[in-house]
């Protein structure tokens, strides 16, 4: 499966002999109207992370970098940041004021960084009391750096640039980018640039920070980036990391015992597949994806969005069809469900109680929460319990595996910070 943007790189490389340019001459620039033949540039483009990116450019080793509003540089260059995220590592509990902009607003990156402001994450990671003093488009200005794989400086001019927050305290300017996901990386042009426009904005007046936010759920982490060559984009590290719980003031520990008393939910779609999406928190981020789509979303819209890899592009809205959020339709569509339509009207605090209590009532999810609290070997389990099951048919064992560690990752999710 492919999205409409891997087949506009297959076409612009038809017809202009991209990857052969840059073999042969290190970069190949491609403006708007080369573009604009095939898909719109700013969909294009918009590459954010790494599992996003367009097969096309992955598998010839390019990556693309804005030089203005108008033209890309393409090379054989690496722009993607790994994102650390040390899950054994217990987050930090922060309440979140209960706010109606807050819990009933748009699942927006701006709401979460003010779920973020407000709870006083932000202020505890920094270290300072901050003010939200800007945020919004803009462009870049002008200026050059090296980027490893090209061997002379790239200049930019006047490229779009998006600051998802601008916090300051005295002398410093921290700069936010921030996702309503936690990927495992992102673009270091979309701290990189913003570093660099406000440092010659600020006329070196005050220190820029550049910080990492990712959401999902109540889940944030948070890092702080520092380029050890300030002219280099690609001399980033991560000087700082801390991992959050956003608790509402009224939210209650989750009872996993008592939700496991109630019956088992069956699987009511026909010929759904056993799910392979480890991240239940993701699958929350699909169903809200397909609530702001107008509740019917195709696998190209899930590629699109730039929150799903074309692999896992098919593995989430299947794993929200098995759990009754979604009905597949014909054509490749999935659509809300009557279930799936009412929790996205909720706040994030009881979506996430809403889907602990449809994953306690999910049979291997439920096995393996026993094993996990009987201090049993979980693995060992839920397999077995898949293998004896009368749904599913003869699996591999390679497929068994995999399977049962996508339930073992719900359990281990219903578990963080729940009463036993």
């Not at 005050?206 to 990492?212: D, K, L, P, T």
């Not at 054509?331 to 996205?344: A, P």
Request: with cysteine; aromatic share 8%.
């Amino acid at each position: 499966m492919t999205g409409k943007n891997q087949t506009a790189w297959k076409q612009l490389d038809d017809k202009y002999g991209i990857a052969q340019v840059v073999e042969s001459d290190k970069v190949f620039t491609l403006d708007v109207e080369q573009i604009r033949e095939f898909r719109e540039p700013r969909l294009l483009t918009k590459v954010d992370s790494r599992e996003t990116q367009p097969e096309f450019l992955t598998e010839n080793g390019l990556g693309i970098l804005p030089l203005s509003r108008s033209r890309f540089l393409i090379a054989h260059i690496n722009t993607f940041a790994d994102v650390p995220n040390e899950l054994g590592v217990a987050p930090v509990q922060v309440t979140v004021p209960d706010l109606v902009g807050l819990t009933l607003g748009p699942k927006s990156e701006t709401t979460s960084v003010l779920r973020a402001l407000h709870s006083g994450a932000l202020n505890h990671f920094l270290g300072e009391e901050l003010q939200i003093t800007t945020f919004g488009r803009m462009g870049t200005g002008t200026f050059q750096f090296g980027v490893d794989g090209i061997p002379h400086p790239v200049e930019v001019n006047g490229a779009q640039i998006e600051i998802d927050a601008g916090l300051e305290c005295g002398r410093s300017l921290c700069l936010v980018e921030a996702k309503n996901r936690i990927p495992d990386t992102f673009n270091l042009r979309q701290i990189y640039y913003p570093y660099r426009t406000w440092g010659n904005l600020s006329k070196r007046t005050h220190e820029i920070r550049n910080v990492f936010m990712g959401v999902e759920g109540d889940e944030l982490l948070l890092l702080e980036y520092a380029f050890e060559d300030p002219k280099v984009m690609t001399s980033s590290k991560v000087i700082k990391s801390e991992r959050y719980q956003l608790m509402s003031s009224r939210t209650r520990k989750f009872n996993v015992r008592r939700a496991t008393e109630s019956p088992l939910i069956p699987v009511e779609a026909a010929d759904v597949p056993l799910p392979q999406a480890d991240s239940a928190s993701r699958i929350l981020t699909i169903i809200n994806l397909a609530n702001d789509l107008g509740g019917l979303i195709s696998k190209d819209d899930v590629v699109d969005s730039e929150m799903f890899d074309v692999r896992q592009a098919g593995y989430y809205p299947n794993a929200a069809v098995y759990l009754g959020y979604f009905d597949r339709m014909s054509g490749g569509f999935f659509m809300l469900s009557q279930l799936g339509s009412k929790i996205s009207q909720r706040s994030t605090s009881e979506q996430i109680e809403d889907i602990k209590w449809r994953l306690c009532g999910e049979e291997f999810t439920r096995t393996a929460i026993f094993a996990l609290l009987g201090r049993e070997d979980a693995r060992t389990a839920v397999e077995r319990a898949i293998r004896e099951s009368q749904r599913w048919g003869t699996l591999s064992r390679s497929t068994i595996e995999r399977r049962a560690q996508t339930f073992i990752s719900w359990a281990k999710w219903v578990l963080r910070g729940s009463d036993f």
